[in-house]
Protein backbone atom coordinates (compact mmCIF):
# COMPACT_ATOMS: atom_id res chain seq x y z
CA UNK A 1 0.00 0.00 0.00
CA UNK A 2 1.09 4.37 -0.70
CA UNK A 3 -0.29 6.46 2.06
CA UNK A 4 0.47 9.73 0.98
CA UNK A 5 0.73 13.02 3.25
CA UNK A 6 1.17 16.51 1.35
CA UNK A 7 2.38 19.56 3.07
CA UNK A 8 3.88 23.15 2.46
CA UNK A 9 0.40 24.63 1.59
CA UNK A 10 -0.72 28.37 3.14
CA UNK A 11 -1.87 31.80 2.51
CA UNK A 12 0.31 33.98 -0.02
CA UNK A 13 -0.13 37.03 -2.25
CA UNK A 14 -0.43 36.98 -5.92
CA UNK A 15 3.14 37.31 -7.24
CA UNK A 16 4.48 35.14 -4.41
CA UNK A 17 5.80 31.41 -4.37
CA UNK A 18 5.43 27.70 -2.79
CA UNK A 19 6.34 24.69 -2.83
CA UNK A 20 4.48 21.60 -1.92
CA UNK A 21 5.87 18.32 -0.72
CA UNK A 22 4.03 14.75 -1.12
CA UNK A 23 5.67 11.94 1.19
CA UNK A 24 4.81 8.76 0.92
CA UNK A 25 4.98 5.34 3.32
CA UNK A 26 5.32 2.81 1.11
CA UNK A 27 4.70 -1.40 1.24
CA UNK A 28 4.34 -3.40 -1.57
CA UNK A 29 5.46 -1.23 -3.88
CA UNK A 30 8.42 1.43 -4.79
CA UNK A 31 8.54 4.66 -5.91
CA UNK A 32 10.00 3.36 -9.22
CA UNK A 33 6.60 1.99 -9.92
CA UNK A 34 4.93 4.49 -9.44
CA UNK A 35 3.96 7.84 -12.11
CA UNK A 36 3.10 10.67 -10.19
CA UNK A 37 0.46 13.90 -10.35
CA UNK A 38 -0.60 16.92 -8.69
CA UNK A 39 -4.46 17.48 -9.06
CA UNK A 40 -6.09 20.73 -7.20
CA UNK A 41 -9.57 21.42 -6.85
CA UNK A 42 -10.21 25.00 -7.05
CA UNK A 43 -13.86 25.60 -4.64
CA UNK A 44 -17.35 24.82 -6.35
CA UNK A 45 -15.06 23.64 -9.14
CA UNK A 46 -14.26 19.77 -10.59
CA UNK A 47 -10.66 18.78 -9.40
CA UNK A 48 -8.09 18.74 -12.67
CA UNK A 49 -5.01 17.23 -12.88
CA UNK A 50 -2.20 19.83 -13.25
CA UNK A 51 1.51 18.42 -13.28
CA UNK A 52 2.26 14.95 -14.12
CA UNK A 53 5.60 13.14 -13.98
CA UNK A 54 6.73 9.35 -14.82
CA UNK A 55 9.35 7.25 -13.36
CA UNK A 56 11.94 8.18 -15.96
CA UNK A 57 11.06 11.57 -15.02
CA UNK A 58 8.98 13.71 -18.16
CA UNK A 59 6.84 16.37 -17.11
CA UNK A 60 3.69 17.33 -18.29
CA UNK A 61 1.73 20.68 -17.43
CA UNK A 62 -1.63 22.07 -17.73
CA UNK A 63 -1.53 24.97 -20.08
CA UNK A 64 -2.88 27.31 -17.37
CA UNK A 65 0.34 26.20 -14.51
CA UNK A 66 2.90 25.83 -17.18
CA UNK A 67 6.57 27.79 -17.21
CA UNK A 68 5.25 28.59 -13.56
CA UNK A 69 4.92 25.21 -11.80
CA UNK A 70 7.65 22.47 -11.40
CA UNK A 71 6.87 18.91 -10.67
CA UNK A 72 10.00 16.81 -9.52
CA UNK A 73 10.26 13.69 -7.74
CA UNK A 74 12.89 12.16 -5.23
CA UNK A 75 12.45 8.31 -5.63
CA UNK A 76 15.28 7.76 -2.82
CA UNK A 77 13.40 9.70 -0.24
CA UNK A 78 9.54 8.83 -1.72
CA UNK A 79 9.03 12.11 -2.20
CA UNK A 80 7.02 14.07 -4.94
CA UNK A 81 7.36 18.16 -5.35
CA UNK A 82 5.58 20.88 -6.71
CA UNK A 83 7.23 23.88 -7.07
CA UNK A 84 4.73 27.03 -8.12
CA UNK A 85 6.25 30.72 -8.37
CA UNK A 86 4.19 33.89 -9.82
CA UNK A 87 0.58 32.01 -8.08
CA UNK A 88 -2.35 33.97 -9.41
CA UNK A 89 -5.84 33.91 -7.78
CA UNK A 90 -6.88 31.31 -10.14
CA UNK A 91 -4.50 29.07 -8.62
CA UNK A 92 -6.41 28.92 -5.28
CA UNK A 93 -7.47 25.39 -4.84
CA UNK A 94 -6.92 22.27 -3.06
CA UNK A 95 -3.63 20.46 -3.73
CA UNK A 96 -3.98 16.69 -3.99
CA UNK A 97 -0.65 14.33 -4.80
CA UNK A 98 -1.54 11.15 -6.15
CA UNK A 99 0.24 7.91 -7.71
CA UNK A 100 -0.08 5.93 -9.72
CA UNK A 101 1.35 2.21 -9.10
CA UNK A 102 1.93 -1.06 -11.42
CA UNK A 103 2.58 -4.33 -10.22
CA UNK A 104 1.47 -7.47 -11.75
CA UNK A 105 -0.17 -5.85 -14.54
CA UNK A 106 -2.23 -4.09 -12.25
CA UNK A 107 -2.30 -0.15 -11.77
CA UNK A 108 -3.86 1.10 -8.06
CA UNK A 109 -4.20 4.41 -7.20
CA UNK A 110 -3.72 6.40 -4.07
CA UNK A 111 -4.67 10.11 -2.84
CA UNK A 112 -3.37 12.30 -0.58
CA UNK A 113 -5.81 14.04 2.09
CA UNK A 114 -4.74 18.06 -0.04
CA UNK A 115 -3.31 20.92 1.46
CA UNK A 116 -4.64 24.52 0.70
CA UNK A 117 -3.50 26.58 -1.37
CA UNK A 118 -4.42 30.68 -1.04
CA UNK A 119 -3.65 33.17 -3.12
CA UNK A 120 -4.69 36.76 -2.53
CA UNK A 121 -4.81 39.91 -4.09
Known amino acids: QVQLVESGGGSVQAGGSLTLSCAAS??????????MDWYRQPPGKERERVAS???????IYVDSVKDRFTISRDNAKNRLYLQMISLKMEDTAVYYC?????????????WGQGTQVTVSS
Open 26 to 35: MSLYTSNDCG
Open 98 to 110: SWRCYREFRVSTF
Open 53 to 59: IDSGGRS
